[in-house]
């Protein structure tokens, strides 16, 4: 897996899976360099794909590194499945909804209401965590769209 970070080097050293976990040292340029670790999970997309769910998965990226950017880097990773037709379509949450990511656009679409701010989502103990929602070949905009109007909280 290779991590890219703006004021960066290549970050990744090595990378070794056991056991369904990516594990990853990370060696910046500067100085001082504090780091997060970002745990993904994602729904399972066939009855083959089951015997490595929640698919764990966690690497390390600088703390600084905005939500954007991790997103930005989960396609090129090869982690989430694809499937036939080029048509997955998946949301992101960490204690709310996040992003939209789907196998034929290019790029993670965030919700337009979700804060960049990474303390606002489910992290503990430095580690942010992740999860991906399959949502089949629903049209990735419907999806978009739908979160988009979700309400987190009644009206009074």
């Not at 991590?3 to 990853?24: K, M, P, R």
């Not at 600084?64 to 036939?84: C, D, H, M, W």
């Not at 979700?114 to 089949?136: C, E, G, I, K, M």
Request: hydrophobic residues 40%; negative net charge.
């Amino acid at each position: 897996m290779s991590i890219w970070h703006e004021n960066y080097e290549q970050l990744v050293f090595s990378s070794d899976e056991v056991a369904g976990y990516c594990f990853t040292l990370v060696f910046s340029t500067q100085l001082i360099c504090f780091i997060m670790t970002i745990c993904l999970t994602r729904d399972s997309v066939a009855n083959g794909d089951d015997d490595n769910a929640p698919h764990i998965c966690r690497f390390i990226v600088p703390d600084n590194t905005s939500l954007a950017e991790i997103l930005r880097l989960i396609p090129t990773q090869a982690y989430l499945a694809t499937i036939g037709g080029g048509k997955a379509t998946w949301s992101v949450v960490s204690g709310r909804p996040v992003a939209v990511v789907a196998q034929q656009w290019s790029e993670t679409k965030l919700l337009s209401w979700q804060t960049s701010r990474l303390t606002s989502l489910n992290v503990t103990d430095n580690t942010l965590y992740l999860h991906f929602n399959y949502h089949a070949q629903i049209e990735p905009e419907i999806v978009y769209q739908v979160l988009s109007r979700l309400k987190l909280t009644s009206s009074r």
